[in-house]
């Protein structure tokens, strides 16, 4: 099966679960607590991995107890961390999160190591974008060693697709031509092109020369533009949507392995929602990603 390289965050979730969220001032107690692995791109090579499509990981860790979680559950999930450095002098990427009583959740991250990913290190491991297929990389890591990886990317004949979260300014348009797949959320795509208006947004980020956009819309599944109309897939639905954190990662990682399997963007948009309706419905992000054999295949007909 083909490969994919993952570049991107790895942190550590602290996680309160909360009848809702508190107000300024206010302490509140929470129903639950835990401690989860997170990062947008760890939880990403992890639900790949999980899918049983050989992952290799890059960026940075501290060198403390934080990171020792997130490697031995990453090598766990069987996701290669060769590429994988620890910084002595700064702390394993967090996320301070709460999930209230609808499963939705608000997040803080401190980048801590995944701030020093700079394009030195994306030179030094150059070689790593030799055998992979498929290039996978998100906004938690500094934009200019994404640029570089991207150009790389290219450079060795790899397909790329990025999820643009969190989402953040982009001064360097060139990037967008370098994007084979862009899978933002309403919020995201609306803070990129400033627009409301959903196929208009695509038409924008086309023009600046993604080359296919997916929009994730939660609750209501996820589309994309065909034919000059926006096609909507409708979310799986489920009894209880306990935690989303790391839906859309889930969702991102389903998709790829709907590309990589079938090269069909309607199927691997079937495939995302699957994917992450799993996730929803246990608590933690890449714990709660489905393995291949727990998945219901039968839920795509
Ligand atoms: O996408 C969810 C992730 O965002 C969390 O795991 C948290 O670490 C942040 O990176």
């Known amino acids: 099966m083909e490969k994919v390289l993952v570049l991107g965050s790895i942190n550590i979730d602290f996680v309160s679960f909360v009848p809702r969220y508190p107000l300024p001032g206010e302490t509140l107690v929470s129903n639950d607590f835990g401690i989860f692995q997170g990062g947008k791109g760890a939880n990403q090579a992890i639900a790949l991995a999980k899918l049983d499509v050989p992952t290799l990981m890059l960026g940075k860790v501290g060198e403390d107890v934080l990171s020792d979680l997130a490697l031995s559950s990453l090598q766990e999930s069987k996701v290669d961390i060769t590429g994988i450095t620890k910084n002595q002098k700064i702390s394993t990427g967090s996320a301070s999160i709460w999930v209230n009583a609808q499963g939705q959740n608000s997040i803080v991250i401190y980048p801590g190591a995944n701030g020093e ?25 500094p934009l200019k060693s994404i640029l570089l990886a991207l150009k790389l990317a290219k450079k060795h004949g790899l397909k790329t697709i990025m999820d643009p979260a969190p989402v953040r300014e982009v001064s360097n348009n060139h990037i967008w031509e370098l994007v084979d797949y862009l899978l933002p959320n309403e919020i995201e795509l609306r803070e990129l092109t400033h627009t409301e208006n959903i196929l208009k947004a695509i038409h924008i980020l086309k023009s600046r020369g993604v080359k296919e956009v997916i929009v994730k819309l939660g609750k209501q599944g996820a589309g994309y533009e065909g034919k000059g109309t926006f096609n909507l897939f409708p979310a799986v639905p489920v009894e209880q949507r306990v935690d989303t954190t790391g839906a859309g990662d889930c969702f991102v990682a389903g998709f790829l392995y709907g590309m990589i399997q079938w090269g069909d963007i ?9 994917t992450a309706s799993y996730s929803i419905q246990k608590k933690g992000a890449a714990i709660s990603f489905p393995k291949k054999s727990e998945i219901d295949w039968k839920k795509l007909e």
């Open 266 to 274: 309607p199927r691997a948009i079937k495939i995302a929602n699957l």
């Open 117 to 141: 990913v700079g394009e030195d290190f994306i030179f030094q491991h150059e070689k790593f974008f030799y055998d992979a297929s498929w290039f996978l990389t998100q906004f938690e890591i």
